[in-house]
């Protein structure tokens, strides 16, 4: 059989073409671009101007690191479903922020080994509450990148109203009780303390840490720990709070009665301070109130940025997350998130600001608990079980006993 030469020549091209794609898949198949550069794919939950941030902290790096190229990736509200579709079709990013650990642990690389590659004082300058909230059974996989604790927040002008003085560190529930009772004003329509009428389970277990207690034990196990006298005591101080008439419950958890004055006290994170500055309000922070001798303690709501145990980059991975949990990184962030490292927090005088220095002191007073969603694999049952029982006993409608709510959850 014979073939013209147009044939021939189609061939040889097509052939050549191939040949030629080849080389170039397998140049990249190390995930190297044309230019030599490794890309890095780092996933964010922020939208707006968070991530115009985080746009100009990604060019710093990649001008400063000339064979990485990282790429953002902005999930905003569909992040959790993004990642674990990623996750599921093993295309996962790189690197992603992470709070949820227990979730996605299984799909993280452990990053003890990269960090003992660094000297001590390198972990040591994280506070060491926020490795409890990055970590699961003691194993890291996660480098901390922002956190709140969790504060009382007090209306200024409606405590010179009813003749109080400010609440200081040390304060106990019985005298945040009194304080209630005295901001409560039925011809003002204030009340004393507004909290969420279904709370979040995850929040409120800082309540029975104060009190010696928690949902669950050591081993998980719920009877003895959520049905203790002790955390009978915790739910009963807010039910009668309700029952009294002195606090309310809140859709909005507080902020929005804080704003138009007729509330007297929230407990909330850091999230509020810009709003509640915005708004004008003569406020105030104070340390979560004691039971007794017993130290107060605060739930923290912490955020890390985390590796695909599927990225082919691993080392340049953990350079990205060096320099995005690093200090520059952190003082670019002083504006809406409380830096995580002890060096920034010192040469920025965070402790000597009044305001700021509240939450680093229910930092440090908080280390030594672990939520029970990091204990326990039945976490996601539990919560959903525990938020009905909350709403049976602070709906207004229902206002179960706590005892009795609390015992359908145990048995």
Not at 383 to 395: D, V
């Amino acid at each position: 059989m014979k073939f013209s030469k147009g044939y021939v020549f189609l061939v040889f091209t097509l052939v050549l073409a191939m040949l030629l794609s080849a080389c170039s898949s397998s140049e990249s198949s190390d995930g190297k671009n044309e230019d030599g550069k490794v890309t890095l794919r780092f996933a964010t939950w922020d939208v707006g101007e968070d991530v115009e941030l985080q746009e100009k902290l990604i060019d710093q790096f990649n001008a400063e690191n000339t064979d990485i190229n990282v790429v953002l990736e902005a999930y905003g509200g569909d992040y959790d479903t993004k990642i674990t579709a990623g996750i599921g079709a093993k295309d996962a990013p790189d690197v992603m922020y992470m709070w949820n650990y227990p979730q996605y642990k299984d799909a993280l690389e452990p990053l003890d080994p990269y960090i003992e590659e660094r000297d001590k004082e390198y972990k040591e300058n994280f506070y060491e509450a926020l490795w409890n909230y990055n970590s699961i059974n003691e194993d890291v996989y996660g480098l901390p990148v922002g956190y709140t604790t969790h504060v009382v927040y007090y209306n200024k002008d409606l405590f010179d109203k009813a003749g109080l003085a400010y609440p200081k560190a040390g304060w106990t529930w019985d005298e945040f009780q009194e304080a209630s009772k005295k901001l409560t004003n039925k011809g003002d329509k204030t009340t004393g303390f507004a909290f969420p009428g279904k709370p979040d389970p995850y929040d409120f277990e800082m309540y029975l840490w104060g009190n010696g207690a928690s949902y669950v034990d050591d081993k998980g196990n719920l009877d003895g720990s959520l049905n203790s006298p002790e955390s009978i005591e915790t739910f009963d101080m807010f039910y009668n709070m309700l029952e009294e008439e002195v606090a309310i419950t809140s859709e909005s958890w507080g902020d929005t009665e804080m704003k138009s004055g007729k509330v007297g006290m929230i407990i909330n994170g850091a999230w509020y301070l810009s709003a509640f500055e915005e708004a004008g309000i003569n406020y105030g922070v104070v340390e979560i109130p004691s039971f007794g001798d017993k130290p107060s303690a605060s739930i923290v709501s912490s955020s890390g940025v985390a590796m695909s145990k599927d990225s082919e980059h691993k080392e340049e991975a953990f350079r990205f997350m060096e320099f995005w949990t690093g200090e520059q990184a952190n003082k670019e962030r002083l504006s809406f998130e409380l830096p995580v490292l002890k060096s920034v927090v010192e040469s920025e005088k965070l402790e000597e600001d009044p305001t700021k220095k509240v939450f680093y002191s229910m930092l440090e007073q908080s280390k030594e608990y672990t939520p029970t969603s990091f204990i326990t694999e039945d976490w996601s049952q539990l919560s959903e079980n525990l938020e009905l029982t909350f709403e049976q006993i602070f709906n207004p409608s229902t206002r179960v006993e706590p005892k009795k709510a609390i015992k359908t959850v145990v048995e």
